[in-house]
């Protein structure tokens, strides 16, 4: 089995978009009729959820007359974020097809077809023309690529010059052993957590001009907080959050996450580049 194969394994369990439903309609929500906001505590699974999406958008001067690729684009929350946000046109691509075909039933359900397109694809290799972007988004995916330099590459080509590149991912703030399972792998093999500096290397090396950093370890605590404090409520989860992702191994994959944390082995980082014009 590929690297790939075990990640697809790992994301797509089956059955996401019927527990997505039923938490739907324990919150009296009503498919076809949704807001964005009502699926944001689903749909934007990385450290800081929409808050973190925001803080990226706000990085990355989105036209309405853009074209904007998200790769790595999960079941499409920062996507459809961003089409509403900034009125431009989405492209999601990801290499889950159970994640595609959810992204495609909740941005119809929410009205936004027109605006949001998904396919599957690795982010290595993406089905898409030199030049076709204006600029491309990547949350919490990097953590499943070995190759950042092949990434960075791949992102290039199909950016136009001028395009920007916003990175939000989970990356290595110092030496330390992190336990799993996490949210994003279930094994070592598939976790690739790296350095700032590995990613600021790959991005220019691509081509990229480094344009601005933040570090999201305020959010990061703030965020593991809330969510260990949920668990220590013991009251269940809500009816849609985070955890609709991780089956049952979600308690482990978030306790391990925050241990690394807190312990700052981890944090979040973006990273804003661009392609010179
Ligand atoms: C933690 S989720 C983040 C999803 C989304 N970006 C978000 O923030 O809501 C990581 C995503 O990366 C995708 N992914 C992992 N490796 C990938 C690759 N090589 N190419 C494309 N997508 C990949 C997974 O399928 C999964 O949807």
Same mark, same amino acid.
């Given at each position: 089995?590929?690297?790939?194969?075990?990640?697809?394994? /790992?994301?797509?369990?089956?059955?996401?978009?019927?527990?997505?439903?039923?938490?739907?309609?324990?919150?009296?929500?009503?498919?076809?009729?949704?807001?964005?906001?009502?699926?944001?505590?689903?749909?934007?699974?990385?450290?800081?959820?929409?808050?973190?999406?925001?803080?990226?958008?706000?990085?990355? @001067? =989105?036209?309405?007359?853009?074209?904007?690729?998200?790769?790595?684009?999960?079941?499409?929350?920062?996507?459809?974020? +961003?089409?509403?946000?900034?009125?431009?046109?989405?492209? &999601?691509?990801?290499?889950?097809?159970?994640?595609?075909?959810?992204?495609?039933?909740?941005?119809?359900?929410?009205?936004?077809?027109?605006?949001?397109? +998904?396919?599957?694809?690795?982010?290595?290799?993406?089905? +898409?023309?030199?030049?076709?972007?204006?600029?491309?988004?990547?949350? /919490? =995916?990097?953590?499943?690529?070995?190759?950042?330099? &092949?990434?960075?590459?791949?992102?290039?080509? *199909?950016?136009?010059?001028?395009?920007?590149?916003? *990175?939000?991912? =989970?990356?290595?703030?110092?030496?330390?052993?992190?336990?799993?399972?996490?949210?994003?792998?279930?094994?070592?093999?598939?976790? +690739?957590?790296?350095?700032?500096?590995?990613?600021?290397?790959?991005?220019?090396?691509?081509?990229?001009?480094? *344009?601005?950093? /933040?570090?999201?370890?305020?959010?990061?605590?703030?965020? =593991?907080?809330?969510?260990?404090?949920? %668990?220590?409520?013991?009251?269940?989860?809500?009816?849609?959050?985070?955890?609709?992702?991780?089956?049952?191994? @979600?308690?482990?994959?978030?306790?391990?996450?925050?241990?690394?944390?807190?312990?700052?082995?981890?944090?979040?980082?973006?990273? *804003?580049? %661009?392609?010179?014009?």
């Amino acid at each position: 089995m590929s690297l790939d194969d075990v990640l697809v394994g /790992h994301y797509g369990e089956g059955g996401l978009l019927a527990s997505i439903e039923a938490g739907l309609r324990a919150m009296g929500k009503t498919p076809g009729r949704l807001q964005i906001d009502d699926l944001a505590p689903v749909d934007e699974f990385h450290i800081g959820g929409r808050q973190a999406t925001t803080l990226l958008g706000q990085h990355l @001067a =989105v036209q309405p007359d853009m074209a904007l690729l998200d790769v790595g684009c999960g079941i499409g929350g920062p996507a459809r974020f +961003f089409a509403t946000t900034f009125g431009c046109r989405v492209t &999601g691509v990801d290499l889950t097809p159970e994640y595609i075909d959810v992204a495609r039933a909740l941005t119809e359900w929410t009205g936004l077809s027109a605006q949001a397109g +998904f396919d599957v694809g690795s982010a290595l290799d993406m089905p +898409f023309e030199d030049a076709s972007f204006d600029r491309a988004t990547l949350l /919490h =995916v990097g953590m499943n690529i070995e190759d950042k330099a &092949g990434l960075a590459r791949e992102v290039f080509r *199909v950016l136009r010059p001028g395009g920007r590149f916003g *990175v939000y991912d =989970v990356m290595r703030r110092q030496t330390g052993a992190i336990e799993y399972p996490v949210p994003w792998s279930s094994l070592p093999t598939t976790s +690739f957590v790296d350095t700032p500096e590995t990613y600021r290397r790959a991005l220019t090396d691509a081509g990229f001009e480094l *344009v601005e950093e /933040h570090d999201r370890r305020d959010l990061a605590e703030q965020f =593991v907080a809330a969510l260990l404090a949920r %668990a220590a409520e013991g009251g269940g989860p809500p009816p849609l959050g985070l955890h609709v992702h991780m089956g049952k191994e @979600a308690p482990r994959k978030i306790s391990n996450m925050a241990a690394a944390v807190r312990a700052g082995i981890i944090g979040p980082m973006e990273i *804003v580049a %661009a392609k010179p014009g």
